[in-house]
């Protein structure tokens, strides 16, 4: 028996190398076990985030309750304000978005929920008035000011060694815009709003922009400027061939109570071309039937009807604008309008949408008291013309 035999034969201890290979083997199983432990935890935790996200994301309504809308705690209060005039859910309602910075107006009233506000402003915007095509700003002052300028720069060309004159000094002329409180006044009886299946913010919006669209509608085109805005028709009109800014020219169709295609003619010309480009026609239906039956020399009809369900009719190429309350075909009646309404009308308003609940002035009725501010006038006088229904 050799000497290695022996010794392990009887127990003698083993050799440093085979001490160091056994305590290797140790560390590793033990790293291994240590690490797949490591492991384990991670998937647990992996499993317990994935877990939280997933009740994080998902609504505490019913899956058939859609998105939860940013919006849904002030419409929930509001919604309740105007059910019951229960008015604690507004007065605590902390108002993150920048049109709703305070719930409470300091006249009296609350802001309109944000889902029953868009629904009004785009009523509003859809209707055949010129807020469709005029410019609208939005403020929070008391007025709007446009800044005209009358006298563009001097400009000329200039040569090395010459002298170069002076510029004139631009005229500024200021434009005033008030704004004005428009009002509208929907009643429901108490019965209704107790009803839970009343859909009342739908009613509300589209009450409040029925009167604010009739009302808007009308101050546009004929207003006085007397708590209301100030209309295109209210301004002093001229013939073009004297026209002067302040007034608004007019071109005569030539005809007493009668349109002619040589005065739409007339009309479209007497338009600067710099204002032509983006024109439309405003008239009311009365006066279109009257004007779609017109003929250039070739029997071509001057009307055309839009190829698309939501494309205007078009007017010599221009587009057109039913507005009612623009005045009939009558004698010397001004009631054609047509230029770049973009430039030439601008309306000034607030954002926000005020209701104020009145359940005592019409009992058993409960009254909504809706309120804005609005107001609009004339910008750019050379940028408007009429088509006067007269022989001068």
Known sequence: MSKTECKAAGGDPMSPAEDVRQAVTGFVTDFKR?????????????????????KTLTSQRSPLGGAIDAGAPHQKAFNAYLRSGDDDGLRGLEMDVKSLSTAVNSDGGYLV???TSETV???????????????????????YD?????????????????????TDTPQIDRITIPLHELSALPKASQRLLDDSAFDIETWLAARIADKFARAEAAA???????????????HTSVDNDVWTW??????????????????????????????RANATFVLN???????????DNDGRFLWSDGLAAAEPARLMGYPVVIAEDMPDAAIDATAIAFGDFSVGYTIAERPD??????????????????????????SDFAAIKLLKFGTS
């Open 353 to 378: 949408l005020r209701v104020l609940r009145d359940p005592f002035s019409a009992k058993p009725h409960v009254l909504f008291y809706a309120t804005k501010r609005v107001g609009g006038d004339v």
């Open 220 to 234: 546009f085109i004929n207003g006085d400027g007397i708590d209301k805005p100030k209309g295109i028709l209210d």
């Open 113 to 115: 929920d944000p889902q």
């Open 285 to 295: 239906s009365k006066t279109a039937g009257l004007v779609r039956k017109l003929k």
């Open 121 to 143: 402003k785009s009523v509003l915007n859809a209707t055949a008035s010129i807020r469709s095509i005029a410019a609208v700003v939005n403020v929070e002052a008391t007025s």
């Open 146 to 166: 446009v800044l005209v300028d009358h006298t563009d720069v001097g400009a000329g060309w200039a040569t090395e060694a010459g002298t170069t004159a002076e």
């Open 34 to 54: 240590f690490q797949d432990d490591i492991d384990m935890k991670l998937q647990q935790t992996e499993e317990r985030l994935t877990m939280l996200d997933k």
């Open 246 to 275: 302040g007034t608004i020219g007019y071109v005569p169709t030539g005809v007493a109570g009668d349109v002619t295609a040589d005065a739409i003619i007339d009309l479209v010309y007497a338009l600067g071309a710099e204002y």
